[in-house]
């Protein structure tokens, strides 16, 4: 039988209370703040390149709080004691992304930050369906307890492993269906993402919201979600979301639909995440300076051949 700290974790947190949970989360925070280590310096090198500014200690410690709390709220999502969460969510845009969905798929690009899981809660539970793809993680049964979690709120969950692309997958599932399509996708893990402007450097981020949408021939908004109100025994849930996206004016000569079409929701995600950068919970490498060049050539070249 396959064990992991977190199999662990999901098996025990959601049985204590909330507050509990998350004073928790907010007291191993501090330590893990304190101690640093080779991700907090990627989240420090990280949020620096997207605003353009060296964040200080006090910015740095409440960006490892708000990645911890995350999944904090991950595990207690769900369960009995996690009922508070989907309440203390405002969700500016909303309105316009429900009507979009009214008629077919509506796809919508997020990053990695805030609580991403509670606003997908928040949107089930006001009426709008949900459809989007999750990376495995091992061992299988922690991933199937996470996909249960989720599907349990009202979710739709594709699962994906790292340089494995489920795009047809997805454009079956969700065509003609008033769904929203919410991806992940701040960063490429398929082999096959785009290279943008992403704050004052360049990154690679996934193909997937535009590839989708254009796909599709279906809207694309972009979200930018982040704490409010935070406290050592938790935090409110703020999403701003904006769309239909357009990339008439970025489009030229050498640069596709999709690729311009990308470059716009980036740029209006890095344009409300910089306003908060210690909620975007990017401890990964992204930036192109930061990358292995024949590391990503063999993951393209993997990709490639897996999808001929």
């Known amino acids: 039988m396959s064990f992991s700290p977190l199999s662990l974790a999901f098996a025990v947190v959601p049985r204590l209370p909330l507050r509990v949970v998350m004073r928790m989360a907010d007291t191993g925070a501090s330590i893990a703040a304190r101690c640093g280590g080779t991700m907090i310096d990627r989240q420090r090198v990280n949020m620096a390149r997207l605003t353009g500014t060296e964040p200080s200690s006090d910015e740095l410690r409440a960006a490892v709080r708000s990645h911890i709390r995350n999944y904090a709220e991950q595990l207690m999502l769900g369960s009995r004691g996690g009922t508070p969460l989907l309440e203390g969510v405002s969700f500016e845009g909303f309105e316009a992304l429900a009507a979009a969905s009214a008629d077919g798929p509506v796809v919508l690009a997020l990053g990695h930050s805030g609580s991403w899981d509670r606003a997908g809660a928040w949107v089930c539970a006001h009426g709008r369906g949900i459809v989007t793809v999750a990376e495995k993680v091992e061992p299988p049964s922690l991933f199937e307890r996470f996909v249960a979690l989720r599907e349990g709120l009202g979710m739709e969950i594709i699962g994906v492993a790292k340089g494995e692309s489920v795009f047809s997958t997805l454009v079956e599932r ?16 398929s082999g096959s993402g785009i290279e943008v402007d992403l704050g004052t450097r360049r990154a690679l981020v996934a193909a997937g919201p535009a590839a989708l949408a254009t796909k599709l021939e279906r809207p694309l908004f972009v979200a930018c979600i982040t704490y409010e109100n935070e406290t050592s025994t938790g935090a409110d849930v703020r999403v701003r979301c904006v769309g239909p996206i357009s990339a008439a004016d970025r489009e030229r000569p050498g640069l596709n639909r999709v690729e311009a079409l990308t470059q716009a929701w980036v740029d209006e995600f890095a344009a409300m995440m910089a306003l908060k950068a210690q909620d975007w919970h990017m401890m990964q490498r992204v930036y192109v300076e930061d990358l292995d060049p024949e590391r990503l050539a063999r993951a393209r070249a993997e990709h490639e051949r897996k999808n001929r």
């Open 174 to 189: 969700v065509r003609d269906r008033s769904v929203i399509v919410p991806l992940l996708a701040d960063r490429d893990i």
